[in-house]
């Protein structure tokens, strides 16, 4: 009996690490991380609900203002400012479409304080394959949709996100490797600077 012990000794301690290493990151650590996180970008790869997709370059800079520049053939540019959201069709000379921060489920991660611990807030915290997969909504206003957030650890980073709107479609954004502490000038996220360009161009 006392070699049965011995032998399985180690199979107990390997069956606790694994079990220990399937703990999704505490809300408090990932809510930390986010509000630690005041710059960013990232190369990006976008999966429609249509299932099409798309590249480009994804730019933070908490809170409130956030960068979409899609590669070609796409060329659209997406800005978070100013309590808005600005859709610039790249193959259109029309003016951004235009609607409030506070409609998407984004407005979760751009807060000026993020409390993943608020009541109602997250209505799913797990682990799977390796990442924390966190799932948000805007307590006061459920039927606007969910942002479903995917971290790695050690050090907790963003992975990549799943927003689903109102209507229950789904936009998976999927990171590459976050480059944070940058410098961003507030113009870079400025939607009249970018309406008064294409302007120009018009004329």
Known sequence: MKYARVLLAPLFLAATVAQALAEPIPL??????INDLTTAEADFKQVNADGSTATGKVFIRRPGRMRFEY???????????????????????QPPEQYPLSRTPLNLILAETVDLSR???????????????????????PELGTLQMAFSASPVTLRQWV???????????????????ESYATSLFAIQAEADKLKRRKN
């Open 119 to 141: 009541a109602k807030m997250v209505v799913g915290h797990s682990e799977a394959n390796g990442l924390t997969i966190v799932t948000a909504q805007d307590p006061e206003h």
């Open 71 to 93: 590669a070609p053939p796409d060329r659209t540019l997406v800005l978070a400012s100013a309590g808005q959201i600005a859709i610039f069709d790249g193959k259109s000379n």
């Open 28 to 33: 408090p650590d990932i809510s930390r991380y």
């Open 163 to 181: 927003v689903t709107d109102e209507a229950g479609g789904q936009t998976t954004v999927i990171l590459g490797p976050l480059k944070a502490g």
